[in-house]
C-alpha cells in the first residue's frame, strides 16, 4: 500500500470536467485506489464517488493505492492535484 497527502490546487477542484480526467487517470491504473477526506474514502475510478466528495481547492486529500502500480498512480494523481488546470 502506497499513500501520499497532499492539497488540492486545481482551479474549481474536483467538480465536472476535472474529476473526469482524474477518473480517466485513475482508471489507467491496475492499483485500486482510494480518496480519502476526513476519514471518508472512496473509489478513485468512481465518478460519483469522486463528485459526491465535493473537493474543492484547498481541501487536503490523501491519495491511497495497493496493487503493482500503487507508487506510479499516486504520484500521477498528485501531479495532477498540483495543477490549476488539467
Known sequence: MYMKETIVKCESGLHNK??????????????????????????????????????????????????PDEEEAVEALTEMLLKDIF
Open 18 to 67: 476535472q474529476a473526469t480526467y482524474f477518473i480517466q487517470k485513475a482508471n489507467d491504473f491496475k492499483a485500486t485506489i482510494w480518496v480519502e477526506v476526513e476519514n471518508r474514502r472512496i473509489n478513485a475510478k468512481s465518478l460519483l464517488g469522486v463528485l459526491s466528495m465535493g473537493i474543492t481547492t484547498g481541501t487536503e486529500v490523501s491519495l491511497i493505492a495497493e496493487g
